[in-house]
Every structure is written in C-alpha cells, then in structure tokens.
C-alpha cells in the first residue's frame, strides 16, 4: 500500500514481486473403492503404508480383493492412497445388512450403551471396562456422575482411554460428546441415565482384565458384515456421494483402481467402469482397468472393444498375475493387476518423473511369482496395437510392464492421446495450473496481470523442462506461454475473460526399436 508522507523522514515501502510460485501437484494418488472389514462407511481416507490401511480397514479379507489390491499397491512402490470402504445398503432381508456391534454398560438407573463406530463383526472384538477412579469433585458436582471408561480392540490391540467422563449433558466432559469426537472405537448409543456405570471388579493378580471373563469387562456383541457388496453398491449415488462418488470429498487423486467384487467376480464395465470413467474424466483421473477374468488372447481382440472404455483416461492391463496368498497358505492365486500396476506408476514417477512410460525392464512388478498367460512376442503384437498394455516374462528382467498405451492408443484411432505418460503429464499440468492460478480471479485484466501469468506460469514449464519433461533443445522448441493482447481481446476483457495458452512438447516413448544391420562389401581401391 503506497505511504502518505506526513512528516519529514524517511519512510519504507514494500514492493510485491508479482512472484508466485507455483508447485507441481502429486502425481501418484491411487484411489480404491470396494469392501473392507472396518472403517468409516463411504468417507475417503488417506493412509500411506499397509500398516495404516490394516488399523483403519482391517486386515486382508477373503471375501474382499481391494484389501490385497491395496496390499500389491505399496508392496510395488506405492506411497499414497484414498481408501473407500463400500457396504451393502440396508434391505428388507436382515441377514443381508451389516450391523455394529453393541454393548449395554450396566448402572444403577439404566444401562449405558455403547455401539461400534462402524459395522461389521470386528466390533464384536471390542472390550470395556468402567472405573470410578476419578479427580476430586467440584462444588455442586454429582457423586455417581464421574467414571473413567477403557476400551480395547482385542482384534488389532488398539486402547483408548477416558478419564473423568460426565453423564451430565452440561457437563464440558459429557460421555456422547466426548466419545463422539474422540473415540475411534464406540459411540454412544441412545439417551444417557443420570448415573454413572457400574464400577468393574479388579481381575485376579497377574490377569489381563481384558481378556478375563465374568464381572471384569464387557464384550461387544450382535456385529454382522452384511452380505457381499454388488455394482450397484460400488458404483453408488452421485447425488448421496456414495460408492465412487465419496472421492467428491477426496481433495486430488490421480489413479483409479475398482479391484473385483469377490475372486470370482469381475466389476462391469457398463454398470460401473463407464460411469467410473466419466467421473475421472471430470477429476483429471485416469481410470486402471482390469482385463475380465476369462480373456484369453484371442478373446481379448475382440473383447477390449465391447467393453466400451475407449477414451485417453483410461488403460487396460493383461493378463492377471499370480502372487502367493497370505490367507491361503501362501500357495499361488490369480490377482487382478491394477494395484500392482499403480504400484509400477508410482514407483516410476518418484523415480524418472510423470513423464516418463511406466514400462520396460525398469518397470518390474515386484513378488509377482507368474504371469496367469505367459505371452509371446507374435501375441503382444496382436494386443499392443489395440490398446492393451500386455505385462510379460523375460529372461533376467522377470515379470515386467510391457505397454504405456490409453484405451485410446489403438493405431486405427490416431488420437494424440495415445501414450499414457502423454496424458498423465497434461492431466498434472492442468490440475497444477488449475489450482495455483486461482489468484487470478477477480484482478484487474490487463497488462500488468498478464505479464505476472506469463512470468509465474513460464517459470513452472521452465522446471519441468529443465526437468527433462519436454523434447526440445531450448525453452523455445519445448513449451510455450502466451498470454496478452492477442490471446485476450477487449470483447473478452468485457466479458470478464482472461485467455492463456499453454503449449508444450511431449516426450513419447520409444515403443519399437529398430536395429538396421548392412554387409558392407569390400571397396577395391584405384
């Protein structure tokens, strides 16, 4: 803000640069969406190891893939997902429905009642015990309303504790409000009586009160994990944010894997992957599809086109791959690829850059025992060309990543948007610009905010390039920047428009190396 000179002296004045730096956002973030044991229902959570997906999801289920999609996904590289746990809704057949568990804390006026803070029948691994162990009372403060309540999850080993818990409603302490922005575990269920639980017995000398039976603790009970979630389920209500739509409240996630229902049953491509792929397309996502499980090679030449996903957000992988189970022995079952391969993109991407094809013999999928159909050369070329990215089997490389292409990198369809890094790379230039020029709006349009764009943006495309992102010898040939009289005229500027072109010069990969060998015949010399 300018100084108004009032006394003589000398007076400071910052200047703004008309600097903004504008940061790369993340690349990697893979969303999953299917069935878990625990956890919130249709809320995207973000975890970064398989460790914290096991203490917020549970463990690997049978009954459910995403669990080990989630697990190939950090075991080949991955550092960042959204999780969405997905239940069968309520219907009129009550086995049918998940419930949570619950537990009645006897007292003198009533019992109090506590329920899991979500369904399924890890709640029934929960554990209570009431103590009046409390602070000193104060003035006009109840005798029989303080207690101290412990809770553990004899499933993953997890306490909570709460001292000095109050069953008055005023009180700063009270029992359904603290439980209710505090607890992990439980909440309260019902009204809550005047008078506090009864007290639980000390357990006998050397004894885990938690895992002793009778009068020292309170078990959950009546827990059910509903039946196996259908498409429907999964592809949820766009209008209640459920099933893929709950990543509305995910702030940015780039990879989309929708692992199968159960082992024996793939999502549908119309009921689920087409409405999925839309839906990425609106987030600046790309959709990982997984190969049906009955492709064959023959069958995936004619199949890939009746799946209906051809579009640039999307890549299709095969065959599946064949990883030892922990839940079985650790004998060899068949798994679907996508989190193997968003594993592969990630690790690709910490390492080379967003740019670079999440394929080659750098592109191992690590643990990966076999490859379900082991392809040849004469069987790649019949799938590449149509836009199925083959994973294969070599000799020292192992099991690799063998194709970079969109559903829209069939030859027939010419689309510039053949090459996955390609689109990747436009998709986080967008997202980037979209986010970190949101300080444009609203500002005087004219020179001087064209000239700040021109700088701010030009110095972003200027790192990626020195980045390698961009073929191009100079800054010149690799990217450009325009923003100005030409790009915005005053019909724009009337209208409350400011126009700027981003251009740049994407680096596609060498997908067919081609050694020409010549016999050179001896030249006789005169």
């Known amino acids: 803000m300018p100084v108004t000179p009032t006394y003589p002296g000398v007076y400071i004045e910052e200047v703004p640069s008309g600097v903004r730096t504008i940061i790369g956002v993340a690349t990697s973030i893979t969303a999953f969406v299917g069935r878990a044991r625990r956890g919130p229902l249709n809320e995207p959570v973000r975890i970064q190891s398989m460790g914290e997906y096991e203490r917020t999801f549970g463990s690997l289920w049978d009954a459910s893939m995403m669990g080990y999609a989630v697990q190939h996904y950090f075991l080949k590289g991955g550092g960042d997902a959204v999780i969405v746990r997905v239940p069968h809704p309520a219907d009129a057949a009550p086995g049918n429905n998940a419930a949570a568990a619950t537990m009645a804390l006897a007292g003198a006026d009533g019992p109090l009642n506590l329920i899991a803070a979500n369904p399924g029948t890890w709640g029934n691994q929960l554990r209570a015990r009431i ?53 992990t575990l439980v909440r309260v269920s019902g009204a809550v009586s005047a008078t506090r639980p009864t007290n639980h017995a000390d357990p006998p000398a050397g004894q885990d009160p938690f895992t002793t039976a009778g009068a020292h603790v309170v078990a959950n009970t ?84 009746a799946l209906n996903l051809r579009d640039e957000n999307a890549a299709i992988y095969f065959p599946r791959v064949r990883m030892p189970d922990p839940l079985r022995e650790n004998r060899l079952e068949e798994f679907a690829p996508c989190g193997v391969v968003a594993g592969v993109i990630a690790r690709t991407v910490a390492e080379r850059g967003v740019w670079k094809a999440p394929a080659g013999q750098e592109a191992t999928v690590r643990g990966v025992r076999e490859i379900s ?15 199925i990215n083959c994973l294969r089997v070599f000799p020292a490389a192992g099991q690799v990543v063998w194709g970079a292409r969109t559903l829209a990198g069939a030859d027939r369809l010419a689309s510039e948007w053949k090459y ?62 325009k923003c100005d009289g030409e790009t915005t005229t005053q019909t724009d500027i009337n209208m409350g428009v400011v126009n700027i072109v981003v251009g740049f010069a994407p680096l596609k990969p060498a997908e067919f190396v081609i050694i020409k060998i010549q016999q050179l015949a001896g030249q006789i010399e005169a």
Not at 266 to 293: E, F, G, H, I, Q
Request: glycine residues 6%; negative net charge.
């Open 131 to 183: 103590d009046h162990d409390t602070r000193p009372l104060d003035p006009g403060e109840a005798a029989t309303s303080l207690f101290n309540l412990t809770l553990r999850d004899m499933g993953t080993a997890t306490s909570e504790a709460f001292r000095n818990l109050s069953t008055n409603p005023a009180h700063a302490r009270f029992v359904t409000r603290v439980l209710a922005e505090e607890s």
């Open 222 to 305: 009546n827990g059910q994990d509903g039946i196996a979630i259908n498409d429907n389920d999964l592809l949820g209500s766009e209008a209640s944010q459920t099933g893929i739509y709950a990543l509305e409240r995910a702030d940015l996630f780039n990879l989309l894997c929708l692992p199968p229902l159960t082992r024996e049953l793939d999502v549908s491509a119309a009921v689920v992957l087409a409405p999925a792929l839309t839906y990425c397309k609106r987030r600046r996502a790309v959709l990982l599809v997984d190969a049906p499980r009955n492709w064959t090679v023959s069958s995936a030449t004619t199949g890939v086109d």
């Open 373 to 387: 159909i082991r392809l040849t050369d004469g069987e790649n070329g019949r799938l590449n060309p149509l836009g």
């Open 420 to 481: 996955l890094p390609v689109r990747r790379l436009a998709l986080f230039i967008e997202e980037t610009l979209y986010r970190s020029l949101q300080w444009v709006v609203f500002e005087p349009n004219d020179e001087p905010l064209w000239s700040q764009i021109r700088l701010n943006v030009g110095a972003f495309m200027q790192n990626l390039f020195r980045q390698g992102a961009f073929q191009g010898r100079s800054p010149r040939e690799a990217y450009l920047v």
